[in-house]
């Protein structure tokens, strides 16, 4: 199976560290170079999803969302029917080579498999498949974020580049959000553990890669007003705790589970 690395021209200590991961866990990669919105400020003034409103997309959000779009024009052209895409800050499991070396524990149907965790409470499928190794995958329900880490098939790349040709949107509203029509037209599933998770979610294990999207991404909420904090009435928190109990009673007869996404081990790291 490709695996391809997006890496900014400007990154190479990211680089360094990708090269030190896959080594690490013994797998060879491709690198691919990032779009950079530092020097493309005029990716802004492209079309948006209108489902933002006033919160309008940086410059790296969407450069993001182009170096996505480059891995899928390699894979959409690729002999094999999946390939992997990751982002420059991922740390690996112990024994994530046992799965990107093959392909034959994806599901049939998968269009997308997300490999990464951003230690946020999802909503998966209790039913579990195995992927060998200690790794199983549940179909994914609800929105998980980050698109450090995924698997692709060479026809869901063809159609999310069909999808992104004249809009932007993020990339992972795009592949991991229910709410954009992208979700309901791909069958889509979670690694369990995760297979990968990028360096800021790490917590103390993190080895100090900052997002590069944040700066750019918290100007932009800002600006719009959404980072202003406003108290909720009580009727309102009312409102909500009912909310969570109908979405449990819901997600019980689903046969759907609410949890964190472990990290398999990482093991020893330079």
Known sequence: MKCLVINLDRSSDRLAHMRAEFGRIGVAFERVVAVDGYSH????????HPMYGPRQLSSSEIACLHSHR?????LARDEARYGAIFEDDVVFSANASCLLADSSWIPADADIVKLETYFSKTIIQRMRISAGHGFSVSRLCKFHPGTGGYIISRQAARDLLEATERINLTADDLIFNPAFATWSSNAIYQLVPALCAQDQVLGDRALGMPSLLDHGRECKWLASGLMTKRRRPMTEKIRIEIGRVVEWIVDFCKLRRRTVIPLASPG???
Not at 70 to 74: E, G, L, P, V, Y
């Open 70 to 74: 480059a891995c899928w024009s390699i």
């Open 41 to 48: 400020p005029e990716l802004e003034q492209q079309p948006q």
């Open 268 to 270: 020893p790291r330079d």
